[in-house]
């Protein structure tokens, strides 16, 4: 689904799969390598989908994925209690999408807007409103 990179070339702010849920690094450490182990890095992400702290320590050899972030544009055609119904504007795939927990960005979709939609493995979530 993504890249494998090993986790100490990592910096905050890029992204990472930790238990299986794309998170964005907000908090990387290294630990110095002792007498009989490797160095280690302490790194702790926020999930794109369910928005919790998520934390990894692990060797930094440690081979780890990078969730590949598709950023897709598309027009809410309809909202279905707390779903919308989009469609994509280069295939024109419609389909229904999870309103965002924030309550401003929820406020502000509205039928025949175009909103920003990232699509992560199945997965897909409302970014924001162009």
């Known amino acids: ?10 910096k905050e702010g890029s992204w990472l799969m930790i238990d299986n849920e794309p998170c964005q690094i907000v908090e990387v450490s290294h630990s110095k ?4 182990g490797s160095a280690k890095a302490r790194v702790v992400g926020i999930g794109l989908f ?3 702290k998520h934390t990894l320590l692990s060797p930094v050899d440690t081979k780890v994925e990078v969730p590949m972030i598709e950023k897709r544009n598309a027009q809410v055609l309809a909202l279905i209690g707390d779903n ?21 960005l929820k406020n502000s979709i509205v039928q ?3 909103v920003e939609y990232w699509r992560v493995g199945g997965r897909q979530k409302i970014m924001r409103v162009k």
């Open 33 to 36: 390598p002792g007498k009989h």
């Open 112 to 114: 025949g807007v175009t």
């Open 1 to 10: 689904m993504g890249k494998v990179v090993e986790l100490g070339e990592l």
């Open 50 to 52: 369910d928005g919790s």
């Open 84 to 104: 919308a119904q989009i469609m994509d504007l280069e295939t024109y795939e419609v389909f229904e999408i999870p309103l965002p927990q924030d309550q401003s």
